[in-house]
């Protein structure tokens, strides 16, 4: 988890890193139920907003490419 930045304010590199980190401690399954589930919860949410990321620059690239044509 990145400190003092809100889920929103991640950068798609920044969520991407945190996504991979709770994959690594869900698969290790070293970490208690609670706290797996609370994990489970934020991964879906970082995976949501990279998705929105990513949705959000292919928009601009086609808005980019369409003006160059």
Do not use: Y
Not at 5 to 21: I, K, N, R
Not at 27 to 38: Q, R, S, T, W, Y
Not at 39 to 65: P, V, Y
């Amino acid at each position: 988890m990145v400190a003092g930045v809100g889920l929103e304010e991640l950068t798609f590199e920044q969520a991407v890193a945190e996504l991979e980190e709770i994959i690594k401690k869900l698969e290790e399954g070293k970490i208690p139920l609670d706290e797996a589930v609370g994990a489970f919860e934020r991964g879906t949410m970082l995976k949501k907003i990279c998705e929105d990321k990513l949705k959000n620059a292919q928009l601009k690239i086609e808005m980019l490419s369409d003006k160059g044509e």
